[in-house]
């Protein structure tokens, strides 16, 4: 129930193309859903985050949607750039408990 | 000024050794914590400080014992080390205790047990 399921687990796009991910949970608790950004050799930063009374967020070309009734929420990249190409974690929390995250999206952007 | 910095960056010691690592955060927040990423980017939590005090110990081995000296600071010990420790260890900090607060990470250390 604790756990967030992340797909796919690579995504290759063409430069200017969307860029989707997707997550799902179990545990209808969770109260705040970030998605973190990973560049190689750097620690994971925050990207965006939602929370369940909104069903969609946008910051720049970042946008989420979030489904509360099919416990789901993706990442939608749009005119995804090769400066995009990194490892993206969804993850949720309940209150002030600890951060669950996601297996994590290696997206390519290729020129 | 680096917001979360983790000391050393990489690390290469041999199975049975003892090693530390170091984590400093000047970013005032109240929350620590060290995360471990396998091979596959999988993150999981090992600990978590609020305030120099212990709040989650997520079933890892005796072998790892962090400790806290002042809420600025969170070090990881690791005793006898094993082939499968090897992996990249990353501390954060977060303002106060839950994740909707936002997680600062350090940029890892990568250990490697030969």
């Known amino acids: 129930q604790q756990q967030v399921k992340q797909s796919p687990q690579s995504l290759i796009v063409q430069k200017g193309g969307i860029s989707i991910i997707n997550c799902a949970y179990e545990n209808t608790a969770f109260d705040y859903f970030p998605w973190y950004q990973q560049f190689p050799g750097k620690g994971p930063a925050l990207l965006i985050a939602?929370?369940?009374?909104?069903s969609e967020k946008k910051e720049g070309r970042f946008t989420i949607s979030f489904n509360k009734s099919a416990k789901q929420f993706s990442l939608h990249i749009m005119d995804s750039q090769p400066g995009d190409s990194a490892t993206y974690f969804c993850?949720?929390?309940?209150?002030?408990?600890?951060?669950?995250f996601g297996t994590g999206t290696r997206l390519q952007v290729f020129p | 000024d680096t917001a979360v910095s983790q000391t050393p960056k990489y690390l290469v010691t041999q199975m049975g050794n003892d090693k530390s690592i170091k984590c400093e955060q000047n970013l005032g927040h109240d929350t620590m914590y060290w995360y471990k990423q396998d091979s596959k980017k999988f993150l999981k939590i090992m600990f978590s400080y609020n305030n120099k005090e212990l709040i989650i110990n997520e079933t890892v081995p005796n072998r790892f014992s962090p400790k806290s000296p002042d809420k600025a600071h969170l070090n990881l010990h690791i005793n006898s080390l094993e082939l499968g420790d090897s992996a990249v260890y990353f501390c954060?900090?977060?303002?106060?205790?839950?994740?909707?607060?936002?997680?600062?990470f350090g940029s890892g250390t990568r250990l490697t047990v030969v």
């Open positions: 993850a949720a929390s309940i209150g002030p408990d600890k951060l669950i």
């Open positions: 939602i929370r369940p009374d909104v």
């Open positions: 954060a900090s977060s303002p106060r205790q839950g994740g909707s607060y936002g997680y600062t």
